[in-house]
Structure formats: C-alpha cells, structure tokens
C-alpha cells in the first residue's frame, strides 16, 4: 500500500517557530548556559536546527530509548538503549523531544533524569498532541499542538522513512482515500 504526504506544518513556519524558542531558552537562561539532551533518533533534526539559534553557551548529550511494542502506538514500557555520555549534576538540563504523544517515554525520562541531580529540568518539544495524553507531563517549551494524527518529518518517522523531510506532514494511506 503505497503512503501519501500532505503538509501540516510548513518548513518556513516550523523554522520560525524554532527561532522564536531558541529566543525564548536564550532569555530564559540568560548569564548561564544549557545542557540539551537530544532524544534519538527522531529529535536530532529539531536539536540541531535549536541549538544553532540559541545565543547562550550550549553543550550536548545524547540519549536512546525505545518504547516496547510495535507500530504506532507506544506501550509504557521503556528501554534504555543508549544513556548519555556525561553526569547532569549540577547541570541546568533541557530534554529535547520530537513529539509527545502519550506522555509515557517522558515521565520515564524525568524520573531517570530527575535522579541524576541536575541543577534544574526543563522539557522542550517540537510538537505535543495534547489529546493522547495518557500521563501528565509538564511541558515548558512547546513548538506546535497539533491533531491526533500519525506525522513525519523533521526527524519523525513512518516506518523509519520521512525523517529528512523539512517540513512536518501527515501520512495518508492510499486506501484511506476510499472512506
Ligand atoms: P509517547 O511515549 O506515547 O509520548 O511516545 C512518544 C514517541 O512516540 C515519540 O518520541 C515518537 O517516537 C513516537 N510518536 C508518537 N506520535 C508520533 C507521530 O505522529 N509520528 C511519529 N512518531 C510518533
Ligand atoms: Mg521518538
């Protein structure tokens, strides 16, 4: 069954909408610096793109987790695949996030996050889908609420395909167009 794209959200409005973040943490921590933790793999092009416009000194971790259970839905139960490289201890810490969907990856991450002792945590997402929320998450960087629907692009992925798309769209499966 072949997919089909449409745009949801265009390249040149996410891009905006990432400068005026960057200003947005650039104010907030203003005289201090952040620690991004980049969540893989799909928050490398949002990370990126973030960290770029950001005024203030900015260092870098990575971290890797998968969500047991298949498809497109995620299941609760979190692995950790790759942890980060450095300690958060007295670090002001910002986990960066492609989406969030259920919330549950999240309040796995900030528990294990939390337990490290960073000097403060914060959550920055590109996109939230505020109806699928399962677990209470706070979010204090929010690029775009969007439907409750599957989207690619943009590091986000079908099938680990569309990732490299710059803009975000929405999947369509060619049979969908028949209801
Ligand atoms: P949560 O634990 O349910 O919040 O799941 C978050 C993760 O599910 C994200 O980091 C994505 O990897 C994946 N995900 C959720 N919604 C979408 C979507 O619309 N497109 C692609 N991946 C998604
Ligand atoms: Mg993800």
Known sequence: MKENIRVMISEEDVDRRIAEMAAAISRDYEGGSVHLICILKGSVFFTCELAKRITIPVT????????????????GVVRL????????????????????????????????????HPK????????????????????DYTGFEIPDEFVVGY?????????NLPYIGVVTLAEDHEE
């Open 81 to 116: 695949v790759k942890d980060l490289d450095e300690p958060l201890e007295g670090k002001d810490v910002i986990v960066i996030e492609d989406i969030i969907d259920s919330g549950r990856t999240l309040s796995y991450l900030l528990e294990n996050l939390g337990n490290r």
């Open 155 to 163: 590091g986000l992925d079908y099938d680990q395909q569309y990732r």
């Open 120 to 139: 403060s945590l914060r959550l920055c997402t590109l996109l939230d889908k505020p109806e699928r929320r399962v677990t209470d998450v706070k979010v």
């Open 60 to 75: 870098l971790d990575f971290m890797s987790v998968s969500s047991y259970g298949a498809g497109t839905k995620s299941s």
